[in-house]
């Protein structure tokens, strides 16, 4: 089972896009994507502004910083956490 942000040392572990799959905006669908070999996968834009900072580098704490800044608002971090999860049990996020 793939491990959960809350159990992570997000100190020691960065999410990044998981191998096999490539983050990307399409215009024709008018959101962020996810490409893999078998399809692709249609983003909401919170799903997309999230993904697009799992870079391997950003701590989740940053990326929760860097989106209640980018959207004037607070309390995101239980959501950021929660859909990192979902996106890790999909293999769209690997931590590093």
């Not at 998981?18 to 024709?28: I, K, S, T």
């Not at 909401?44 to 608002?73: H, P, Q, W, Y």
Request: hydrophobic share 45%; glycine share 8%.
């Amino acid at each position: 089972m793939p491990a959960r942000a809350e159990d992570i040392g997000t100190h020691e572990r960065l999410p990044r896009v998981g191998r096999g799959f490539r983050l990307q905006w399409e215009p024709v669908q008018s959101a962020h994507v996810l490409l893999y070999p078998e399809g692709m996968v249609k983003l909401n834009a919170s799903a997309g502004e999230i993904l697009k900072r799992c870079d391997g580098a950003t701590s989740v704490e940053a990326i929760v910083a860097d989106l209640e800044r980018a959207f004037a608002t607070t309390g995101l971090e239980r959501d950021v956490r929660s859909f990192l999860d979902m996106a890790a049990e999909h293999r769209w996020v690997e931590w590093t």
